[in-house]
């Protein structure tokens, strides 16, 4: 590892120009408000028709009786089968075929990498470390805007690109399946044992000198293969749950009366209830994440609109301690409060009860900050 420094200065903005850009900010945390009312309303919608799809599924879902398919056709129908395709894939460089639905090249270059540490000195000083390092990537890091190039110079560009092969045909049991359940297959697993007739390291083809002691432009290639079938030559093949529309002898999307589609694929043997508990689980999950996400942009949005008061203040440290706390209790407070109004609101339409009690706790956090900023 290598290293440098830099100092770099910057001038101390006067008053009015943190009032400007303070003021120029709120155009940014107004977007940021108006978004988050965007985002929480859109996933509530979302997240109560993928409800709604997931309960009809388990209505309508029959289990496939492979002995005799053409009584389900045109039915949503759940199987658990082998995979199987066609024909193995083919690398187009390396000598590596496997019986898989998906095989994956990652190539790996030796490369200096720059990393930074800043300190701040003091308001206008800051003091900035540059250190080097050679590492393993399979993306090209372009040395070119490194502080210091000379003596870190990496290849501009790569020797080998990183490939995703897909078998034409796949099936379960003879019953085809179409490219939405193919998508889903994704456990990748690193293949160790490839064929000796170049020089391999581990479950690397190198490409260099010598493996223990890699220069910079060494690079190494690996292969990843997903889903294998019945052609593999490592195990087993792999079997699936899956769950969709059975048309002419092919597994196809389903689409619900409320649009939505139904094409589920899982590694392992399940049950139809365990797939679709499986969904309601990520669905709730997911609906979570964004709630925060919606609540987190609003929170922020405020933050930078109401910023211009605390900067006002900036000239007094006793008081802007203050005024910053109380600020960001209100904005949190307020955040909260309409986060859970939107929330009840969307949810008006499909349980009323529900949405009410909701709006009510909503009430909570902002009569606490008002109580609060009263005793102040």
Known sequence: MTGS?????????TFLERVGKSLAG?????AMFCISFIVLYYNEGSSVEESEMLNEARRLVVNLDSSSTSQYNDHLVFHSGFLETDKRIADNVYPVSFGCVKLKRIVEMYQWVEHTDVKEVDEIRHETTYYYETEWSSSLITSQSFAEELGHKNPRVFPLTNFEYTAHLVSIDGLQVSQPFINQIVWFETIENLPSNQKTYGHYYYNGDDSTNPKVGDYRVSFQCAGKSHLSEHGLADRVSILGLLHNGQFVPYTTKNKRTVALLYHGLKTSDEVLDLQHSYNNATTWLIRCL???LMFVGLNIMSRIVVTIVDWVPIVR??????????NLSLALFLSMVTIALCWLRFHPWFASALMGTSLLPWFISLQRMSTV
């Not at 709120?26 to 107004?30: A, D, E, N, R, S």
């Not at 301690?321 to 209100?330: D, E, H, Q, R």
């Open 26 to 30: 709120t155009v940014l945390g107004i």
């Open 5 to 13: 420094s830099k100092v770099s200065w910057t001038r101390k903005p």
């Open 321 to 330: 301690g203050i005024v910053a706390l109380s600020v960001m209790m209100f």
């Open 294 to 296: 919606g609540f987190a």
